[in-house]
């Protein structure tokens, strides 16, 4: 039973969306303030936080500042209806998607299934398949790992996911409808910004190659490229 955690000053929202998620099988523990979601989130129990971004004192992004300072728990924010700034500086720091409120317990719980699907490493007993490597990038996906040059990177969750697919496809341009199918679990939403964001920070955290380019490269109407040296 995956445990989810909610952080949300909104206590009858919160309430409704415990009880649609214990009914579908989940184990939903709420939280009302950004401190104690922050500590909460820390504790390494939980599977996903699920994060406002609105509330009072600490809000959501400073809680997602201090989750991210200490852990890479998959964080779905729950952002205002039209609110860009806050969900594009939610996906710079750590964010792995966004719901837009009002939604449905419904939606936020396939939003929800649809990152644990992809975040969830598969038993790995010491004799998986061999790793990935393009150049001086290598993945570890049973594992859920990455180096550059023998260097372990740090990536969240959706940064994993989508690197895994550019990594799979290296050399060849990969549509943004793609890497949101096969990254996020979900299509890609109308003046949907969250792939852009999430390769430029895939972009600050894996090197360069041997003239100073980057090794992933945006390939004018068709998409991303991880180039294959």
């Not at 579908?24 to 950004?34: I, P, S």
């Not at 990177?153 to 793609?178: C, D, M, Y």
């Not at 096969?182 to 890609?188: C, F, Q, S």
């Not at 999430?198 to 190659?209: E, F, T």
Request: hydrophobic share 40%.
């Amino acid at each position: 039973m995956s445990k989810v955690l909610l952080i949300d000053d909104d206590v009858e929202l919160v309430g409704m969306f415990q009880e649609y998620l214990t009914q579908e099988g989940f184990d939903a523990r709420a939280v009302h303030d950004g401190e104690s979601g922050a500590a909460e989130a820390l504790t390494g129990l939980y599977a996903i936080a699920i994060l406002d971004v609105m509330m009072p004192r600490m809000n959501g992004l400073e809680t997602l500042r201090r989750i991210r300072a200490g852990s890479n728990l998959p964080i779905l924010m729950l952002t205002a209806r039209g609110d860009d700034t806050d969900r594009i500086v939610g996906l710079e720091l750590g964010a792995d998607d966004y719901v837009t409120k009002p939604c449905t317990p419904r939606e936020l719980t396939a939003r929800i299934r649809a990152i644990l699907r992809r975040a969830q490493a598969a038993p790995h007993d010491g004799a998986g398949p061999a790793p990935l490597t393009v150049g001086q990038l290598t993945m570890w996906p049973e594992q859920r790992r990455v180096s550059w040059a023998g260097a372990h990177l740090e990536l969240t969750s959706t940064e994993f996911n989508l690197l895994e697919v550019l990594v799979r496809h290296a050399g060849k341009p990969v549509s943004k409808n793609q890497l949101s199918e096969l990254g996020l679990g979900r299509p890609m939403a109308r003046f949907d910004r969250n792939i852009d964001v999430h390769l430029s920070s895939l972009r600050r955290k894996l090197g360069s190659l041997a003239d100073g380019r980057s090794c992933l490269q945006t390939v004018y109407r068709l998409g991303y490229q991880l180039i294959k040296e």
